[in-house]
């Protein structure tokens, strides 16, 4: 878990494992830093394997501008440095090489924010840095400059990108969104055309009014289901399937009141007292609910065959969801045996309807695409819910990838009626 009270250099090293780990930079790519209290900059080191750092790698350089440390800070310091004296406001910034985002910084492209509702919200506007030699003065310059526009994102001409925050969490929640819809829109323009929402309709999701309840007891079963949906949401994030800010789950307990993930809590790091119950109609006191309860309590009271819900937006799925390409499973048998016929609602029915929306969740339809929004996958019970959610991303994956190989050849109707015999489909 991360703190305020947890050390710079702790941050910066648990912030730069993460980086590195989900492939977001190389091993001498990338460098973070942290502006403290004092004035005093900490960032990561020159010349250091990125996937072996330890705290004491960490530089630190002071106000006065000695450098306190095993090593010589990143070479690319003084452009943090100067992003620092330019928005006073800034206190983290992350700078790394994700390959969708180097493909846009390559043909100078700023990726769509309005493919999907929320990101916008996360990264804000975005500015795009004139090209200078690594490390140089005229780099930090350009860079700051941008900056001093009001701008928290900036993508470099042929570099990567730089993101500065208030919190080191809160530069890589941009960093990470920034780099997904970059993702996003590369696979979407293999599938198709990408069809954003306008500006005007984008980020107008809304919570649920919902009064709360203090929870008498816990009993053994919710624990246990609590501690099973924290594995599985953080087996999600491992596999980019959830986003750290976005992904939902929630599993329906005995007496049928549900628990749901917490809403703007980073999903790499949820534990089970996050989770927030729902009974009732009432939320757990003093938590926040992911803005899909409705629709969850909806799926649930229409549904009784439905034990688990996850809403997501996995990129090679939600390729579909912002394209008006279809999602076929009749590609092999295990898609079809799970998948079954994916229907794609169109955007915000799920807010404006959560019953109607509800109702398409029959036992032969277990999944739902909602135009630039997400994927509703449900299943009898966690575990259920999450394999459809990995055959549905799978699924895309080798959909999409058949773009450069060479027509589909769907498995036809009387091997699809075999399918339904022989597994009970029908």
């Given at each position: 878990m991360h703190s305020l009270l947890t050390h710079p250099a702790d941050q910066i090293l648990q912030m730069m494992e993460r980086i590195y780990h989900y492939g977001m930079t190389t091993t001498s790519g990338g460098n973070v830093s942290l502006l403290d209290e004092n004035g005093d900059i900490w960032i990561t080191p020159a010349g250091v394997d990125k996937g072996s750092l330890r705290r004491q790698d960490i530089v630190c350089v002071k106000r006065s501008g000695e450098v306190l440390g095993l090593h010589r800070p990143s070479s690319e310091f003084?452009?943090?440095?100067?992003i620092y004296r330019q928005r006073p406001d800034l206190k983290a910034v992350v700078h790394a090489h994700p390959p969708?985002?180097?493909?846009?910084?390559?043909?100078?492209?700023?990726?769509?924010?309005?493919?999907?509702?929320?990101?916008?919200?996360?990264?804000?506007?975005?500015?795009?840095?004139?090209?200078?030699?690594?490390?140089?003065?005229?780099?930090?310059?350009?860079?700051?400059?941008?900056?001093?526009?009001?701008?928290?994102?900036?993508?470099?001409e042929n570099h990567g990108v730089v993101i500065g925050s208030n919190t080191l969490y809160e530069a890589f929640n941009i960093f990470e969104t920034l780099d997904y819809c970059a993702r996003l829109e590369i696979k979407a323009n293999r599938l198709g055309i990408p069809l954003p929402q306008g500006k005007e309709s984008i980020g107008k999701k809304m919570h649920a009014n919902l009064d709360e309840f203090s929870p008498v007891t816990f009993s053994a079963k919710e624990k246990e289901l609590r501690r099973d949906m924290c594995e599985l949401i953080h087996r999600a994030y491992d596999q980019k399937l959830f986003t750290s800010t976005q992904g939902t789950f929630s599993q329906r307990l005995e007496d049928g009141s549900f628990i749901i993930t917490p809403y703007a809590v980073d999903r790499k790091y949820l534990e089970p007292e996050d989770l927030v119950r729902i009974e009732h109609g009432k939320k757990e006191?003093?938590?926040?609910?992911?803005?899909?309860?409705?629709?969850?309590q909806q799926i649930y009271e229409t549904q009784p065959h439905v034990?688990?819900?996850?809403?997501?937006?996995?990129?090679?799925?939600m390729a579909f969801a912002v394209t008006d390409s279809d999602f076929d499973s009749r590609t092999i048998p295990e898609s079809y045996i799970l998948l079954r016929t994916?229907?794609?609602?169109?955007?915000?029915?799920?807010?404006?309807?959560?019953?109607?929306?509800?109702?398409?969740?029959?036992?032969d339809t277990p999944l739902a695409l909602v135009a630039n929004d997400c994927v509703i996958v449900t299943g009898q019970n966690l575990l259920n819910a999450f394999d459809r959610l990995e055959v549905a991303e799978y699924s895309a994956k080798a959909l999409i990838s058949t773009r450069c190989l060479g027509e589909i050849v769907p498995i036809d109707e009387k091997k699809i009626k075999e399918i339904d015999i022989a597994f009970k489909l029908s």
């Open positions: 003084p452009f943090h440095q100067q969708a985002l180097v493909a846009f910084s390559m043909v100078r492209r700023l990726p769509n924010l309005y493919l999907l509702p929320n990101d916008y919200q996360i990264c804000g506007d975005i500015g795009m840095a004139e090209y200078a030699l690594p490390g140089s003065e005229e780099l930090g310059q350009n860079i700051a400059s941008v900056f001093s526009e009001g701008v928290n994102a900036v993508m470099l006191a003093g938590k926040m609910p992911s803005r899909s309860v409705l629709l969850h034990g688990s819900i996850i809403i997501a937006h996995p990129p090679n799925i994916i229907p794609k609602l169109p955007y915000g029915m799920t807010f404006h309807s959560p019953l109607e929306s509800a109702k398409v969740f029959r036992e």
